[in-house]
């Protein structure tokens, strides 16, 4: 049988993927309403400060703050209100020493004043009682506590300054990005493709889904998982089929994919002959080719990385549970690295209580299946043991469990870190 | 000025939505491929057993495994190859004792063979030398170690028997789960119904994102920022744009959008008559109303809790940074409620180190953005401090950092747990 060549650790066998992978998809400008989840190409820049007027933080009164300092509930500030600025419109009400205005918590600060006194620490005086309305007869006030110039107002630029770099390029977009981006008006933005990815499935033994399986048959399972996954790490998955166990049939399909799209995944057939005949095809599709064939990770060793042309390549194990962990691993980062993503998103690692011990052989990564659960000392991780084949493993689990390269083994009562599905 | 009333913990004020959200949203039929995401309504059985058939886990030799007993380097078993069983078909081949097929990953195991030997742990004799492929022509191998009944198979069955509950209802379909349902022939599957959200923006300050600010204006930051988090729940946003400061334009627009939507969310104005105007808007609905006006966090005190004929109501303080973390906090869970999602996502807690002191009241639970970074000790959580008019808090800041309810705020060096966005 033939050897493996260049079984690579899983951190080596990335890094001498990335090293292929120089450049990144190029850019498309998109409304910023549809780019939740897109990857920025450029970093943004404010045209404008945010806010670009002084606003009030609360409820209450214009000022000038030297008219209130030293007051106090035993000896108030007087204060004549003679205005009242609107929502949504320019403060033209002008302050004399001794006079205040109406402002609502966002409105606009008049020119002539330099604090806000909110309302709960003040009274008004006389007919007005404890009624908060705007009138159009000036009226007074009494102001039980000093303001600092300054005070409950938001400054010009102090949300965002002018000019200055609002998101950093490979940023992944969220919520409170898009509202950011709009609130400063840009209702474009410039974000890298998302990555086409081709998926074919091989093997004489798998039948669509469709199908009722005859004996010795399968439903093909790889193309919808890794479409799922090629999905959540913000990439379009295409599906070219499932291709016959023939060298011929395999070149046509997977050089008309690879011409199509931007990444290449190929699940494998699941016997060793069937694997080299996937090294064959994926090498001829151009340079560098395969560049390792191997990880040493268990489940998934006989995994297939290369590049062409600055696209990955992948040959996946045919097993469904080693198909997905391969993916995750080196599927899910291309597909981040051909975005330019500068920070992968951080979430999906939770520490949790070992309850049963896991044996493994040293310098291999394992990767168990968990499922977690609330225990008396917080959450805790029982693994799902089961072969490679069985996607139900990996249904019935939370996550994954990784057994460090160089560790022969954990112990029940270890913490250990679960990285959720 | 008015009372705010009810102002809750927000755990309590969670439950008292949810005491009054009874139903959840009706099932539909989807294509399980395009289920990612959506919510179970039903609990699927498995049809048939999976595999259906004995399969092969390695590449190799099916055998009666009692011809193999005491094999070994020194004393290997001699058994004649009669046949291959080709992938994808039956195996139609009949061992007699002595007799071995060919068998590769995945295939069929003949109805007369109980074991299979994985190919490592033989030796071709005579002509085929190491050479493994098919011959028409009967050959002999060596087995050098013995395998029990069973070995290396895979029963019908043992990645899902038939009848068996293959996933909850109230489940959030991930990559793998779509495999399992396509690998037993689910090609449809019954789904809760993605809920509406309606999103109105008020506020006489608030214009368009398109529009250019004028004095005192502001473009609209909470329609869109809400509009991403309901996507991440798993609802559709439906915007009815930015309604004036005048209490029938706001009771039509309302009334309107909880008839076309499941769920209703209403950025009010920031200032306390606008907000009372909102409380009257939402009340006047229908039954039960308004269930809360004031939830004890920072920020986000004055947020308005309330259900009509089943369908949640959220009144949003204005300011940007408090309407994501009210919206978090009440219209999150309420989307996966309306799906009846079982277990919320764990995904998106880390713990970190503190790397500053925060201050906090006691009796409120406080929510500060914060920024992630790789320390000496493992991950650190920086607060971003800011007003919650400041939408770039959140835009620099990775997630958001509790300070429990009845903490008088948090140490540097102190284990925090960071709420991811």
């Known amino acids: 049988?033939?050897?493996?060549?260049?079984?690579?650790?899983?951190?080596?066998?990335?890094?001498?993927?990335?090293?292929?992978?120089?450049?990144?998809?190029?850019?498309?400008?998109?409304?910023?309403?549809?780019?939740?989840?897109?990857?920025t190409a450029v970093s943004p820049r404010a045209p404008h400060p945010l806010p670009?007027?002084?606003?009030?933080?609360?409820?209450?009164?214009?000022?000038?703050?030297?008219?209130?300092?030293?007051?106090?509930?035993?000896?108030?500030?007087?204060?004549?209100?003679?205005?009242?600025?609107?929502?949504?419109?320019?403060?033209?009400?002008?302050?004399?020493?001794?006079?205040?205005?109406?402002?609502?918590?966002?409105?606009?600060?008049?020119?002539?004043?330099?604090a806000v006194v909110q309302i709960e620490h003040t009274q008004t005086i006389g007919e007005y009682g404890a009624e908060y309305a705007a009138s159009s007869e000036p009226f007074e006030i009494e102001v039980l506590?000093?303001?600092?110039?300054?005070?409950?107002?938001?400054?010009?630029?102090?949300?965002?300054?002018?000019?200055?770099?609002?998101?950093?390029?490979?940023?992944?977009?969220?919520?409170?990005?898009?509202?950011?981006?709009?609130?400063?008006?840009?209702?474009?933005i410039s974000v890298t493709r998302q990555p086409r990815v081709a998926i074919l499935a091989t093997g004489d033994e798998v039948i669509e889904p469709t199908a009722m399986p005859g004996p010795g048959q399968i439903r093909d399972i790889n193309s919808y998982t890794v479409s799922g996954q090629v999905i959540e790490a913000g990439g379009i998955p295409i599906r070219y089929g499932i291709i016959p166990d023939d060298i011929e049939a395999m070149r046509q399909a997977a050089r008309r994919a690879l011409a199509e799209c931007d990444m290449l995944v190929m699940s494998a057939g699941s016997s060793v002959s069937v694997r080299d005949v996937t090294v064959d095809v994926l090498n001829e599709l151009g340079q560098p080719g395969v560049l390792l064939h191997g990880v040493a990770t268990r489940p998934g060793k006989p995994t297939i990385v290369g590049v062409v042309e600055g696209k990955p390549l992948l040959g996946l194990p045919g097993n469904p549970v080693s198909a997905m962990i391969q993916f995750d691993m080196f599927g899910t980062p291309a597909i981040y690295h051909l975005q330019g993503l500068q920070r992968p998103p951080r979430r999906g690692l939770v520490w949790a209580t070992l309850t049963q011990n896991i044996a493994s052989e040293s310098g291999r990564e394992d990767y168990v299946p968990a499922r977690l659960s609330d225990g008396p000392k917080g959450l805790q991780a029982t693994p799902v043991f089961g072969k490679s084949n069985l996607i139900y493993t990996l249904v019935n689990a939370d996550g994954l469990l990784k057994v460090p390269l160089n560790k022969g083994g954990l112990l029940a009562g270890e913490m250990v870190e679960v990285k959720l599905f």
């Open 145 to 188: 506590r000093p303001v600092a110039v300054g005070q409950n107002v938001l400054q010009p630029g102090e949300d965002v300054a002018e000019g200055a770099e609002i998101l950093p390029a490979g940023h992944r977009l969220r919520p409170q990005d898009i509202g950011g981006l709009l609130a400063l008006g840009l209702t474009e």
């Open 1 to 39: 049988m033939p050897e493996f060549f260049n079984v690579l650790p899983p951190d080596e066998a990335r890094a001498l993927l990335f090293d292929y992978l120089t450049s990144q998809l190029p850019a498309e400008s998109i409304p910023t309403v549809e780019a939740l989840g897109r990857i």
């Open 52 to 114: 670009n007027f002084r606003r009030s933080t609360m409820d209450g009164y214009a000022v000038k703050a030297s008219d209130t300092f030293g007051a106090s509930d035993t000896l108030p500030a007087f204060l004549q209100v003679v205005g009242e600025v609107p929502m949504g419109a320019a403060a033209e009400v002008e302050l004399q020493t001794g006079q205040a205005a109406i402002v609502h918590t966002g409105g606009m600060i008049p020119d002539t004043a330099d």
